[in-house]
């Protein structure tokens, strides 16, 4: 669903005509009565927020997106397999959650205790965890030796090019200190990962 209001947003700043019977304020509407996920309306705003008020980022993301649709509508296009295939705007996702998106997630142990180090969670009582430390834990996540804070926005954080060490989510140093092997890919293609970022990207709770 974001990825859809992005595409439509970004569309119309491209100066697309779209059928009269395309609504785009009339679509957000619809999104905010029907949505159940909470976060959604958040990370849509603040993802056009990011590409709208970076010139460069925008023209990029025009760019992507004119040579995915290469003549077709904004209809004809399945928007989760378009997050698949531009690796730009799946990031932009990516990090619009982790950047935006502080939740509390609840979890329980129905049978027995469960040792947290320091502390100790009892059978069946309810523990809350928030999803700011990880989300921006300076240890984990890549800023480009300071270049980009955890506490900004970095369009490319969760793009992996093979050819640049240096790139994707996680932090070099802490990749390679968990021995984490490089990926073979047939291509040299900059792509889209949330490799072994489980536990420090939870915008939906984790599991």
């Given at each position: 669903?974001?990825m859809?209001f992005?595409?439509?947003l970004i569309?119309?700043?491209?100066?697309?005509?779209?059928p009269?019977t395309?609504?785009?304020?009339?679509?957000?509407?619809?999104?905010?009565?029907?949505?159940t996920?909470?976060n959604l309306?958040?990370s849509?705003m603040?993802?056009?927020?990011?590409?709208?008020?970076?010139?460069?980022?925008?023209?990029?993301?025009?760019?992507?997106?004119e040579?995915y649709?290469?003549g077709?509508?904004v209809?004809?296009?399945?928007?989760?397999?378009?997050?698949?295939?531009?690796p730009?705007l799946?990031?932009?996702?990516?990090?619009?959650?982790?950047?935006?998106?502080?939740?509390?997630?609840?979890?329980?142990?129905?049978?027995?205790?469960?040792?947290l180090?320091?502390?100790?969670l009892?059978?069946?009582?309810?523990?809350?965890?928030n999803s700011a430390?990880?989300h921006?834990d300076?240890?984990f996540w890549?800023?480009?030796?300071g270049?980009?804070?955890v506490?900004t926005f970095?369009?490319?954080?969760f793009?992996?090019?093979?050819?640049?060490?240096?790139?994707?989510?996680?932090?070099?140093?802490?990749?390679?200190?968990?021995?984490?092997?490089?990926?073979?890919?047939?291509?040299?293609k900059p792509?889209?990962?949330?490799?072994?970022?489980?536990?420090?990207?939870?915008?939906?709770?984790?599991?």
């Amino acid at each position: 669903m974001m990825m859809m209001f992005l595409l439509t947003l970004i569309l119309g700043w491209l100066g697309r005509e779209f059928p009269l019977t395309f609504d785009p304020l009339q679509n957000l509407a619809n999104v905010e009565k029907s949505s159940t996920i909470g976060n959604l309306v958040i990370s849509c705003m603040f993802g056009a927020y990011h590409i709208l008020q970076d010139k460069t980022l925008l023209k990029r993301v025009r760019h992507e997106l004119e040579d995915y649709l290469d003549g077709r509508s904004v209809h004809e296009v399945d928007p989760h397999q378009m997050g698949r295939e531009i690796p730009l705007l799946a990031s932009i996702y990516a990090e619009t959650m982790r950047v935006h998106i502080k939740i509390y997630s609840a979890y329980s142990s129905p049978h027995e205790d469960v040792n947290l180090g320091r502390w100790t969670l009892p059978k069946g009582a309810l523990a809350l965890v928030n999803s700011a430390p990880s989300h921006m834990d300076k240890t984990f996540w890549n800023t480009k030796n300071g270049q980009y804070p955890v506490e900004t926005f970095w369009a490319d954080r969760f793009i992996v090019d093979p050819a640049d060490p240096q790139s994707g989510p996680i932090d070099p140093e802490y990749r390679r200190s968990l021995n984490i092997p490089e990926k073979k890919r047939e291509d040299m293609k900059p792509y889209f990962s949330l490799d072994r970022c489980e536990g420090g990207w939870i915008p939906y709770g984790g599991k």
